[in-house]
């Protein structure tokens, strides 16, 4: 019953990150929704995706309140006066809930009449330790013998990414460390 | 119901990529879109019997995830350094 609690949490912060203006409480409902889905994880038995999840999640909400302050969104969007409905942002909307609705409709035809609720349940070994997907050790096996190819795509770009956010964020010129101190004073 | 609620989470950051206007309001829509393609990875996992693949697939996307993310922000700093400002408009202008 407990699963229903975290989903229920997770839907609502869910909506609230989606619909809410500020993009300050967007964020906050984001990593709500992160500890929710952590949660519901925790209790169908995926503890060490959980926890990841979660480490990720907190790791995500910190850097966005970073950018959004260092980006000035944090105070635009805070700061910015009430408007009457815009049918031009109304339009995107209403399309994007279309959309979404036709997603989720296409699941429930998909998978109505294959769930089992039992199967939700965590799974306990026979000497009451955890199998499946919380054997570390059947995750790294299965991660080093059928899905090697996957890690190294993954890994590939993770360094593909890291190198080129360092290149598409550099300054135009490198100059010097006097020009660059002169440069920073007269701007 | 649990894969219902995985697909109204990736619905709903499908709205909000839609439906918002700054560069961080995309990428949470990103982010709540990566969420709820994780968790229908990994009950589609259980359900299956497969638990194993559907948490090694829901961690690979958690990861690729964040890569996306690095990425944004990568851009995002760009368009700052070159602009003072960012706006979705201007973002083609990363082009030239």
């Known amino acids: ?67 959004s302050v260092m980006f000035g969104e944090y105070v635009r969007e805070v700061a910015a006066p009430k408007k009457p409905a815009d049918p031009k942002r109304l339009a995107p909307l209403a399309l994007g809930t279309l959309i979404g609705l036709a997603f989720v409709w296409v699941i429930w035809l998909g998978v109505r009449e294959q769930l089992d609720v039992s199967l939700l349940m965590p799974v306990a070994g026979e000497s009451g330790g955890s199998v499946g997907g919380n054997d570390l050790l059947a995750l790294g096996r299965a991660l080093a013998d059928r899905h090697l190819l996957s890690l190294e795509v993954l890994a590939l770009t993770l360094f593909l990414v890291l190198v080129g956010g360092g ?12 020009n660059s101190a002169g440069g920073r004073a007269s701007s | 119901m649990m894969m219902l609620l995985a697909g109204v989470v990736g619905a709903m950051g499908l709205v909000c990529i839609l439906s918002r ?34 948490h090694l697939f829901g961690l690979l996307i958690t990861l690729g995830g964040v890569a996306q993310l690095v990425g944004g922000y990568a851009l995002a700093i760009r368009l700052f350094y070159l602009k003072g400002r960012i706006r979705m408009s201007e973002l083609r202008s990363l082009k030239k």
């Open chain 1, 167 to 178: 290149v598409i964020a550099r300054p135009d010129n490198v100059p010097s460390d006097e």
């Open chain 1, 1 to 67: 019953m407990i699963c229903w609690v975290f989903a229920a949490i997770t839907l609502a912060a869910v909506m609230m990150a989606t619909f809410v203006e500020d993009i300050r409480r967007a964020v906050l409902a984001l990593w709500v929704a992160g500890l929710g889905i952590g949660a519901v994880y925790l209790t169908v038995g995926a503890e060490t995706l959980a926890i990841v999840q979660w480490i990720v999640s907190t790791l995500v909400a910190i850097s966005f309140v970073f950018f």
């Open chain 2, 21 to 54: 206007r700054t560069m961080l309001g995309l990428m949470v829509g990103v982010q709540l879109l990566v969420l709820g393609a994780t968790m229908m990875f990994v009950l589609a996992g259980i359900v299956s019997g497969a638990r194993i693949e559907g």
